[in-house]
């Protein structure tokens, strides 16, 4: 990408709508105790930190890097006398906005009024200089601009603020150029401040009495853990109405409030809501018709008046055992994100969560989103289920995989002091290839080596002897920490590097993930005999083509190879978002297969109760799927044409040019899902 970048010693940045001044903010480090985990690092030595770390974390080791900066040469930035600088915990920007003005409207009435020549090139003069504020002399009169314009609106100006804690709080109340614009000056009248600044800061009394100085004209946003909002009505209203069908497999969601008393503020303040607008011209106001709102009965009442839901949960419910057997029983399994490459409303990327036992989780895979879905799920226990992760496997480097890790790391060290819990980092088991990307972040964003103990996927290949003391260390006491018997990996077919896992409990049962792969007999090898195997089925039957050009599966395709390991149950996920909400049935489906949803939770006893959930599945989603079969016969219809008109030309001898041709069309055809989505996943 090509990114214009700008320092933050650099001059202000202007373009048509506003001159942005850059305030940077110095703070001071926050006691130790208080920011950092309890006791950080004791583990974190070795390969996955850097040599001369020395305790991740560590307030020592915050020092260190920023000296090392000072130190470091940035051969990159030839010319750049000041240093850029790796990561720095004592910095943060405020940026102070002023929209431009903007210039009073011409009066042409009272202009003609006048005896202007209104009307006529003659008048564009003159306006011109009117608007800018200058006399102008017509036929020996002159022409005051404010008799002939409305005042021009001196532009208003707004202030985003991140004061992260208690440390930067005198950075902010001292700031020259804040105060410049608290002296009451009307061009220097600030219309919004928006604060991202955690409830603790808010209740600073010398943020409070800075609040007040701007004056009663100014609006104050707050943006921190205190602002609840659903931003994603879609994704509750669909929880809700399968919530009808089985209130066990698909638990309501909740919402995260956070603990912290609301600060009670001397100034009226306004807490961030999504779709929540402020609107500077041409009234100053707050809009808020567009701000979410979650009707829970409306979403039940839509889903009864479905014609054949009720009759069809009805049945189901029926044909059920009255009481469910196994509700306390582990492991549970529950699904966070089943769609693939990009998250939807509907679908997040993947993740799901292994619960072993009532304290502890493991997380198969950790797309972006990951701790929202955890948070919409747990509700209040989210903080428990963060401290229960001792460990996350990332099946491969695709983001939709991995790129929630480093948020899982952020809360779960949060976590583990708020509940005030030791802190221990925890096991990943990943490609290797995640760790250039971890210490990019380390050394540039916030440390969180500290927070790993790494596993290599690829030590984790059964009969792989190359593994290092301290690793064969690590997988003992995961295996330790779990009460399993065996966690292995297998490299799969899909992108390098890219690997499924199994792993076997102590009691007996196995758990099989594939990550993303194409049908792989390595996997079924190593998914012999599995109590539940976890597939990807990216792609509907008939699209295999396709699923071969992306390394993928189709549903029969995961599903004979569940059969082949001979599994006892199927659960299929990591769907196309073109499968928004339900995918296509295939023919192979049987009693011993399921397709997950976001927020579905399954155990082991589930699992003969899961297929007779289909009907009502069928019922509450029949308008996608008629509208997805009808894609498909379209698709189909499109293919036998194309072999038809291949076969024509064979026939009549018009073979010399139907290779090039037919290439093209079929290069055109794959053309056209890949535009919609073009990303690997
Ligand atoms: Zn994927
Ligand atoms: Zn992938």
């Known amino acids: 990408m090509d990114l214009a970048v700008q320092l933050h010693t650099e001059p202000e940045y202007k373009d048509e709508t506003m001159t942005v001044y850059q305030i940077p903010l110095i703070g001071k480090p926050l006691a130790a105790e208080s920011m950092l985990p309890q006791s950080p690092g004791a583990s ?33 930035k030839t010319g750049d ?51 800018n504020g200058e006399s102008v002399t017509f036929e020996g009169r002159e022409l005051l601009p404010e008799e002939l314009c409305t005042p021009t609106d001196p532009g208003p100006v707004f202030i985003v603020l991140e004061c992260p804690h208690e440390g930067f709080v005198d950075a902010v109340c001292e700031n020259d150029t804040f105060r410049r614009y608290q002296e009451g000056l009307p061009e220097n009248q600030v219309a919004l401040v928006i604060h991202m600044t955690p409830e603790s800061v808010l209740q600073d009394s010398r943020y409070q009495q800075w609040l007040e100085r701007f004056g009663r004209g100014t609006q104050h946003l707050v943006l921190n853990e205190n602002s609840a909002a659903v931003h994603n009505p879609r994704s509750y209203k669909i929880q809700t109405q399968l919530n009808l069908i089985h209130p066990e497999i698909f638990p ?19 807490r961030g809501e999504c779709l929540l607008k402020y609107h500077f011209r041409p ?136 509940l005030g819990q030791v802190f221990s980092p925890l096991f990943l088991v990943a490609p290797e290839q995640i760790m250039p990307w971890l210490h990019e972040y380390h050394n540039h964003c916030e440390e969180i080596l500290g927070d790993i103990k790494m596993i290599t996927s690829q030590s984790l290949v059964k009969g792989c002897e190359n593994i290092k003391p301290k690793a064969k260390w690590f997988v003992s006491s995961l295996l330790e920490s779990y009460d399993l018997a065996e966690f292995q990996t297998c490299e799969v077919q899909h992108c390098k590097n890219a690997f499924a896992c199994s792993m ?100 082991f006893g589930d699992f003969p109760v899961i297929p007779k959930l289909i009907p009502p599945l069928k019922a509450l989603f029949a308008d996608d799927i008629v509208e997805m079969e009808e894609r498909k016969e ?21 073979n010399e040019e139907a290779p090039s041709q037919k290439r093209k069309q079929a290069k055109n055809h794959q053309e056209v899902p890949s535009k919609k989505l073009k990303t690997v996943n």
């Open 252 to 270: 309501l969601l909740t919402s995260y409030q956070s603990k912290e008393e609301e600060a009670a503020c001397s100034v009226p303040i306004v």
């Open 81 to 131: 006398t000041e240093k850029r600088g790796d990561r720095h915990p004592d910095l943060v920007m405020a940026f102070l906005c002023k929209i431009h003005p903007k210039k009073g409207k011409f009066l042409a009435a009272k202009a003609q009024e006048l005896g202007l020549p209104v009307g006529t090139p003659a008048i564009f003069p003159i306006i011109t200089a009117l608007k």
């Open 504 to 603: 076997v409990h102590k009691s007996g049962w196995k758990v099989v993930y594939s990550g993303d792969t194409m049908p792989c007999m390595a996997l079924v090898r190593m998914g012999k005999n599995a109590t539940l195997l976890i597939h990807e089925a990216t792609l509907e039957d008939g699209m295999e083509k396709e699923a071969i050009e992306k390394t993928h599966s189709t549903t029969s395709q995961a599903i004979q190879i569940g059969m082949k390991m001979n599994a006892e149950f199927i659960m299929l996920n990591h769907f196309s978002q073109r499968y928004a909400k339900i995918p296509l049935f295939s023919e192979d489906f049987s009693e011993k297969v399921g397709i997950a949803f976001d927020h579905m939770r399954v155990r």
């Open 283 to 418: 009234q100053q106001e707050w809009q808020r018709d567009a701000v979410t709102v979650c009707d829970h009965d409306a979403f039940v009442s839509e889903a009864l008046d479905l014609p054949d839901f009720q009759d069809r949960v009805k049945e189901c419910k029926e044909s059920l055992p009255a009481v469910p057997g196994n509700v306390d029983a582990y492991p549970e399994i529950v699904f966070l994100g089943t769609g693939s490459a990009i998250p939807m409303k509907i679908r997040n990327v993947s993740s799901t969560l292994v619960n072993t036992s009532s304290t502890r989780s493991l997380l198969l895979d950790c797309g972006e989103g990951t701790f929202g879905q955890l948070c919409r799920h747990y509700g209040e226990q989210v903080d428990q289920v963060l401290c229960n992760i001792a460990a996350v496997f990332v099946s491969h480097m695709h983001t939709d995989h991995h790129s929630g890790l480093l948020n899982i790391l952020m809360e779960r060290r949060r976590a583990l002091a708020s």
């Open 44 to 76: 974190a030595q070795g390969e996955n930190s850097p040599k001369d770390d020395p305790e991740p974390g560590s307030p020592k080791a915050v020092r260190q890097s920023l000296e090392e900066d000072k130190e470091k040469e940035s051969p990159r």
């Open 634 to 654: 379209k698709r189909e219809l499109r293919l036998l044409k194309e072999a038809s008109i291949v076969l024509d030309k064979l026939v009549n001898g018009e």
